[in-house]
């Protein structure tokens, strides 16, 4: 077991000790199947009671909900919403217009005007995350490129995936039922549980394990992780 660079192996929560082992992967293309992936690079590793969480982000690839900057035509309201956001070194969010057309197109644009209306009301009182609260998972899910993001996703938007607690449970049954699963987002400002077989508790927990983003953000390809009681 090791831990990606920078990350700690192990974390305590609740008075319990857990591993968070990353797993490294090949490049997972949109051609790919994911319970494939997840044969290869999980079902050997996995022991019963440990967790495996998923990376939304190859989950929605592996659905084709990956699309090249060149295939998207962002319309006047996104270049115009997109100069608004607040970018990050974590995640582009919707700070680009294409992210931004994704999201209009994903979330419909009513929601997310009125995301924008209200959050630029509540910033000017110093509010923050209205927007992503109002818009929703959807538009939260949705990555652009940056400088870390492993080619040819250097040059795609990555939409949210479909189902997650459906793939969560079919990944389950593919690990043999003894194993939860997770599909999760999330990066170093924090993480969203998309879909899990696991209750609205152990859902909590399982974002304050992850909290450090222990799959780090960039260059590690590791998309799975296992997370073991020590």
Not at 98 to 120: Q, Y
């Amino acid at each position: 077991m090791q831990a990606n660079e920078g990350k700690a192996l192990e974390t305590s929560v609740d008075g319990t000790s857990y591993a968070r082992i990353p797993l490294r992967t090949r490049v997972v293309m949109p051609d790919d199947d994911l319970d494939a992936v997840i044969t290869e690079y999980a079902k050997d590793a996995v022991q019963p009671g440990d967790l495996l969480f998923v990376t939304e982000k190859i989950v929605a690839i592996t659905q084709g909900r990956s699309y090249r900057l060149d295939e998207i035509t962002p319309r006047k309201l996104a270049l115009f919403l997109s100069k608004y956001v607040t970018r990050t070194p974590y995640g582009i969010g919707l700070g680009m217009p294409e992210t931004m057309e994704m999201a209009l197109r994903e979330c419909g644009t009513p929601r997310i005007l009125f995301a924008a209306a209200v959050s630029a009301v509540t910033k000017a009182f110093g509010r923050k995350g209205d927007f992503y609260r109002i818009a929703g998972d959807k538009a939260r899910a949705i990555d652009g490129p940056t400088k870390h993001t492993i080619p040819p996703y250097n040059q795609a938007v990555v939409l949210g995936p479909k189902d997650p607690d459906g793939v969560a449970a079919r990944l389950k049954g593919l690990l043999g039922g003894q194993v939860e699963v997770a599909v999760v987002d999330i990066n170093d400002l924090g993480g969203n549980i998309l879909g899990s077989t696991l209750d609205k508790a152990g859902e909590a927990r399982l974002v304050k394990i992850l909290g450090d983003n222990p799959l780090g953000q960039g260059l590690e390809s590791t998309p799975l992780g296992i997370v073991r009681a020590v």
